[in-house]
């Protein structure tokens, strides 16, 4: 039986719950022109509900973001036929030493509990990175695909 697809609006807090699962997502930035740049990323969710995101400063991202902070996310499932869900906000980079702090977030948000936090600091010191902070303003559907309900009936 062919799969129906679904779109359903959720709260911010089912929102929250839906991404804080879901670590691959599709980063759009606005280039110069106004084009839109794609970036696969790896992104998580601080304690305060925003979507996190490590880059390094010379990076497309980074300078997109720097000029134009409104982004979009798509953030899709392990599986590629997983839910999906599109979310829009406002970005903020943030340099290091200011960055610091919140790269922990962004390692817990992922992976859980590093072995060594020190360690881990003094990794993104040394590799020069920045963060990137998204702050939710508006998000779609969860959504998945298939087929329309009439034809599945």
Known sequence: MPRTATSDQ???DQL???????????LMTRKKDGSPQLSPVAAG?????RVVISTYPQRAKARNARREA????????????????????????????????PF?????????????WDDYRQ????????L???????????ATGGFPPDLTA
């Open 104 to 116: 922990v977030d962004y390692y817990r948000s992922i992976a859980g509990e590093h072995p060594d």
């Open 70 to 101: 409104q982004v979009s996310l798509c953030f899709l499932s392990d599986d590629w036929d997983g839910a999906w869900v599109q979310v829009d906000g406002t970005a903020e980079v943030l340099d290091l030493p200011t960055a610091l702090e």
């Open 16 to 26: 929250l719950e839906f991404l804080r699962t879901r670590h691959h997502a599709l």
């Open 45 to 49: 969710v601080d304690p305060e509900g």
């Open 123 to 130: 990794a993104m010191v040394r590799q020069g990175k920045a």
């Open 132 to 142: 990137l902070r998204v702050t939710i303003e508006t998000w779609g559907p969860v």
């Open 10 to 12: 959720v709260s911010r």
